[in-house]
């Protein structure tokens, strides 16, 4: 018996080639694993059992978790556990047919600027550019509602935004706060409360916000029994910097500043951003790289709450971002410094990690101490667009998978960031 090569679809990169289900070598190796164990080893009730949830969690457009990577590896358990269970053939072959899909969608077929992506993150890249858009005074308002509209499409019944195709199971914590702003903007009321009363219940007992989910913080009894996939796949959802200053900024935007629905959930999450600045006074971030990042929008939450500008936590995070400013006047940081903390804010200028800092040091205005470095920021963002062919491009990697793990290049980023930033800049120098 040999092997067979199977196309799962008329033009379809993909192939599977697969033992058939009764082959002999397979039937050996089946007889192997049971040779002197117990039915308890290798009960397939309970294998069964998994295997049937798996299928549950498939997502509408084919994926298992909305990433490819997951969507293969559980494509690859499935496929095995076929050669085990014959009966499973068809269900897994429906099942083998759809994520691939996905993964082939992803992989060749978004438009997307690179090939191979991870996931597709269309809602998050729709608010980012559209802030960028509105940031930077972009005129045409009908095209920016019809994006806030579309994105109302995507609101989940709990208020929440998913990231992207296939993530609305789980809505997104941090792309629900950033989709705030724009629907304000919009005047998009209901969509815009919808999800600001959402976002209060998602708050964690320390005061902070994690990603996805509430109160999901290290567990002793799991840290100890998967310890082994520690250094490849993140375990919980802990409050991070980064989610909870887009928060309070989102509720500075929105005007809950002095609101007193709003005004506990605001205190703890001070609080919370407070106890997580380090010496130095930077502040680590999650989803992107790195401390220039989680410095730079700590700096600009604390603001829109209204913390005065010669605030301890403040003045300190200034005084390190514009001691890690680049002789060409732009920011950069690279994923080492989540292994070494004396790489932080270390690392070649970006579009977009200038963006970040410019973001943060423009809460202390044009004309104050740090103007010279706003000027430097802005000059080296407006000569970088130059020497790209009038574009923003991050020549490094600035996105954050999973720290220690997986990074991720957005392509959105330069492109909506730095229009933030700008837009940002323009209007101060516009009010004087």
């Given at each position: 018996v040999t092997s067979e090569r199977v196309t799962l679809f008329p033009g379809s990169k993909f192939f599977v080639r697969e033992d058939p289900p009764f082959s002999p070598r397979l039937a050996a190796e089946r007889e192997d694993r049971r040779a002197g164990q117990t039915p308890a080893d290798w009960q397939m009730k309970e294998l069964i059992a998994v295997?049937?949830?798996?299928?549950?969690?498939?997502?509408?457009?084919?994926?298992?978790?909305?990433?490819?990577?997951?969507?293969?590896?559980?494509?690859?358990?499935?496929?095995?556990?076929?050669?085990?269970?014959?009966?499973?053939?068809?269900?897994?072959?429906?099942?083998?047919?759809?994520?691939?899909?996905?993964?082939?969608?992803?992989?060749?077929?978004?438009?997307?600027?690179?090939?191979?992506?991870?996931?597709?993150?269309?809602?998050?890249?729709?608010?980012?550019?559209?802030?960028?858009?509105?940031?930077?005074?972009?005129?045409?308002?009908?095209?920016?509602?019809?994006?806030?509209?579309?994105?109302?499409?995507?609101?989940?019944?709990?208020?929440?935004?998913?990231?992207?195709?296939?993530?609305?199971?789980?809505?997104?914590?941090?792309?629900?706060?950033?989709?705030?702003?724009?629907?304000?903007?919009?005047?998009?009321?209901?969509?815009?409360?919808?999800?600001l009363s959402w976002l209060l219940q998602m708050q964690n007992k320390d005061g902070g916000w994690g990603a996805f989910d509430k109160n999901r913080g290290p567990d002793w009894l799991v840290t100890t029994f998967a310890s082994a996939f520690a250094d490849s796949a993140e375990l919980f959802d802990p409050s991070r910097l980064d989610v909870t200053a887009h928060i309070l900024e989102a509720y500075g935007y929105t005007g809950k500043a002095h609101d007193p629905l709003y005004r506990d959930s605001i205190a703890r999450a001070i609080t919370f951003v407070r106890k997580h600045q380090n010496e130095s006074g930077a502040y680590w971030a999650r989803w992107g790289i790195n401390?220039?990042?989680?410095?730079?929008?700590?700096?600009?939450?604390?603001?829109?709450?209204?913390?005065?500008?010669?605030?301890?936590?403040?003045?300190?995070?200034?005084?390190?971002?514009?001691?890690?400013?680049?002789?060409?006047?732009?920011?950069?940081?690279?994923?080492?410094?989540?292994?070494?903390?004396?790489?932080?804010?270390?690392?070649?200028?970006?579009?977009?990690?200038?963006?970040?800092?410019?973001?943060?040091?423009?809460?202390s205005g044009i004309d104050g101490p740090y103007r010279d470095n706003i000027r430097r920021a802005v000059q080296f963002l407006c000569e970088d667009f130059a020497r790209n062919g009038n574009q923003f491009i991050d020549h490094s990697c600035v996105g954050t998978g999973h720290p220690h793990i997986f990074y991720m290049v957005y392509p959105v980023y330069p492109r909506a960031f730095p229009l933030m930033a700008l837009g940002a800049w323009s209007r101060l120098v516009r009010a004087q």
């Open positions: 295997v049937d949830k798996m299928f549950g969690l498939q997502r509408p457009m084919g994926s298992f978790g909305a990433y490819t990577i997951s969507t293969l590896f559980t494509l690859y358990s499935l496929q095995d556990f076929r050669a085990r269970d014959p009966s499973y053939a068809f269900r897994i072959d429906e099942a083998m047919k759809y994520g691939l899909r996905f993964v082939e969608l992803n992989y060749f077929e978004w438009g997307a600027p690179y090939k191979g992506t991870l996931d597709d993150g269309r809602y998050w890249d729709t608010i980012l550019t559209g802030l960028g858009l509105l940031e930077s005074g972009y005129a045409n308002m009908t095209l920016l509602q019809n994006a806030g509209r579309w994105l109302a499409r995507a609101q989940q019944e709990n208020g929440g935004i998913p990231y992207g195709i296939d993530f609305e199971y789980k809505p997104d914590v941090d792309d629900t706060a950033e989709l705030i702003r724009f629907w304000h903007a919009l005047n998009m009321t209901e969509e815009r409360n919808m999800a401390y220039v990042y989680g410095t730079g929008f700590a700096i600009v939450a604390l603001r829109r709450v209204d913390i005065p500008l010669d605030d301890p936590a403040i003045s300190k995070a200034l005084a390190w971002l514009v001691s890690v400013q680049n002789d060409d006047g732009g920011f950069g940081e690279s994923s080492y410094s989540y292994e070494d903390p004396a790489w932080a804010g270390r690392g070649k200028s970006s579009a977009s990690q200038t963006a970040w800092a410019l973001l943060g040091l423009l809460e």
